[in-house]
């Protein structure tokens, strides 16, 4: 066994809390019947059981919390109390709003990123050192033992972080705001962890970067010899985790939480209406929604290229000729993001949305952005919708493809994308994010209030069902996954022992991939429907004893090169293929996945059905 050091960034994010809700109607009406009575005395506590007839309990409460607020004052005359409306509870009536309570504090709270692949975390979740602590207790460099960090990314996404930030759930606080601005502390942090390469584990990782033990293993395998070779500071490391963990307590593999499923960065209930399967159905989704809007678009494109660049534009330009305002984050293929004549042509493709006629405002990015994602984020009258998928903006001659979209519209899950969103404008130079940068943490602003104060009233409702669905639990869940996050809950969906399974990529062949989803199966698992898809194809996969017979599958839709698609039971996952971290990936989960997988039969009777 090893023991090695995990190199982190830790950050000190400033966020602004908010609790509170609305006041009540009756306590609206009570303000303003009120204000309502003439005369310097205003009214008594008679006048307004005239009015309302409601219970004594109820008019107290009302009154009690105006003059908490400071919108009622009482005034004694003579032996009876009177009641009038303050400067401010004035004020409150001529803005026409409705009364509310709202109450924000500022929180600070240190996040770690790791700097193998990026993922995030609380500080206070792990057991930390500092460079100088470990060279205080070694006498030895620190560098020699630390892992080779593979991201050098020093900017934070304040939107990564908003799960991370604690908040109080008892008075049901929400974020209202997150400094874009996280100080990056300079002190050198490192996470201990303990490299079984017998075992093939890693002890001391948190649930959330389990991701990170093949990575470890794999480093830790390379240099053996040189690691082993300081026995001293093997012993003396041992001895400082093993004081670090009877101090804060160990976080590892070996910790019954390790059992958890990976945490989404954010989930939003679906019908399932709002999900589809094929790249054309997704796309004309996308454009129901944009047709509904009147203000602004945001639109995310992963992997531009100059054919998908002029459908953008094309779009573009017919949104701004209806007064609409356009946001485009776009992000190209590595191999085009370095050759500055392919950016630079994307750029000069989009550039003509700029000159069309119309009164919307079109903006974009010339230099690539680092996010992948394919997403559209529109506000309607009905309120905020938005549209994931991977070929939102691809060519006709791809719309039969497998390619999975998903359709939202919680304000609150899509004020947090808004706000993640926002922090990639930010890190784009000045002139060329700030403006959509400041527009979508605005918008992310508002949304998330609204939400949490109407829950505060209402605790909400299930979303309606599809009226293409038959059963009578039409519901489900999209999940929102940021970078790594995805290849956690794949890792859980191969493990799955369901009755189901299905594995789409065009990066490998299905040989391969049969090979992948069959070895090393228990013979207890039944699997009724099992295919895989690549570029030469989709098989059925079936087993008789110990013997897997492969069965050509014509009539399914044929892998998308953009996506990877993997699906158990009732969860699909679409992952992004060949895009660069951070990428913003779903799963569909619930009865939206499981009618999903009778879409897919539909077009399989042949092979054996699911």
């Not at 609305?22 to 005395?41: H, I, M």
């Not at 107290?60 to 003059?67: N, P, Q």
């Not at 990575?215 to 041992?238: C, N, P, T, W």
């Not at 009905?382 to 519209?409: E, H, N, Q, W, Y």
Request: glycine share 8%; proline share 4%.
């Amino acid at each position: 066994m090893m023991r090695v050091l995990l190199p982190l960034h830790m950050y000190s994010v400033t966020y602004e809390l908010a609790h509170g809700r609305p006041y009540s109607k009756l306590e609206e009406l009570l303000l303003r019947a009120v204000n309502d009575f003439q005369g310097p005395t205003g009214c008594t506590y008679r006048d307004l059981r005239e009015v309302f007839k409601v219970h004594d309990r109820l008019l107290t409460e009302g009154l009690v919390t105006l003059i908490q607020e400071g919108w009622v004052a009482m005034v004694q005359e003579g032996r009876e109390m009177h009641y009038l409306v303050t400067e401010e509870g004035r004020l409150t009536i001529t803005h026409k709003r409705r009364p509310s309570n709202l109450r924000v504090r500022t929180a600070r709270a240190n996040i770690v990123r790791e700097r193998l692949t990026g993922q995030l975390a609380r500080s206070a979740d792990l057991t930390l050192i500092t460079g100088p602590t470990v060279r205080r207790a070694t006498n030895r460099p620190v560098l020699k033992h630390t892992l080779t960090p593979r991201m050098h990314r020093t900017k934070i996404n304040g939107g990564e972080t908003e799960r991370l930030l604690p908040r109080s759930g008892s008075r049901q606080e929400w974020i209202r705001w997150i400094d874009s601005v996280a100080r990056l502390n300079t002190d050198l942090y490192y996470l201990p962890v303990l490299a079984d390469l017998e075992k093939s584990e890693v002890a001391g990782l948190p649930h959330q970067w389990r991701h990170l033990g093949s990575l470890i293993l794999e480093e830790v395998a390379e240099r053996y010899e040189d690691l082993a070779s300081d026995s001293d500071f093997q012993e003396k490391l041992s001895v400082l985790m093993r004081g670090s963990a009877s101090t804060n307590g160990q976080h590892g593999s070996h910790n019954p939480a390790a059992s958890r499923r990976t945490s989404p960065y954010a989930e939003a209930s679906v019908t399932c209406g709002d999900v589809t399967l094929t790249a054309g159905d997704g796309r004309q989704m996308a454009d129901s929604v944009l047709a509904g809007t009147s203000t602004n678009v945001l639109i995310l494109a992963t992997g531009l290229d100059r054919e998908r660049a002029s459908t953008a534009r094309d779009l573009m330009i017919a949104l701004r000729k209806r007064g609409v305002n356009v946001d485009l984050l776009w992000s190209c293929d590595t191999a085009e993001a370095t050759e500055d004549s392919s950016a630079n042509q994307i750029a000069e493709v989009l550039g003509a949305a700029r000159s069309a006629a119309g009164s919307g405002k079109v903006s974009f990015n010339r230099t690539p952005a680092h996010a992948a994602a394919d997403l559209v984020l529109a506000t309607t009258q009905t309120g905020p919708v938005a549209v994931i998928g991977a070929s939102l903006l691809g060519a006709p001659a791809d719309d039969g493809s497998l390619s999975p979209a998903a359709r939202f519209s919680d304000p609150a899950v899509l004020g947090t994308l808004a706000r993640l969103c926002a922090g990639w404008w930010e890190e784009l130079p000045a002139d060329e994010g700030s403006l959509p940068a400041h527009r979508w943490k605005h918008l992310a602003e508002r949304w998330v209030g609204e939400a949490a104060v109407a829950r505060s009233v209402d605790p909400g409702t299930v979303p309606a069902r599809s009226t293409s669905c038959l059963d009578t639990e039409c519901t489900g869940t999209v999940s929102l996954l940021i970078g790594p996050q995805q290849a956690g809950v794949r890792s859980e969906l191969t493990a799955e022992q369901g009755q189901r399974f299905l594995l789409a990529d065009t990066g490998s062949t299905t040989g391969n991939l049969a090979t992948e989803v069959t070895e090393n199966l228990p013979e207890s698992v039944g699997r009724l429907y099992r295919v895989v898809g690549a570029a030469n194809g989709w098989q059925f996969l079936s087993r008789t004893a110990d013997t897997w017979k492969a069965t050509a599958a014509p009539q399914l839709p044929q892998p998308s090169g953009r996506c990877r698609v993997t699906a158990v039971d009732d969860q699909w996952l679409i992952e992004y293929i060949g895009a660069s971290a951070p990428v913003l990936s779903f799963s569909v989960s619930g009865h939206a996945a499981v009618r999903a997988w009778g879409r897919m039969s539909q077009r399989h009777d042949s092979a054996g059905g699911a």
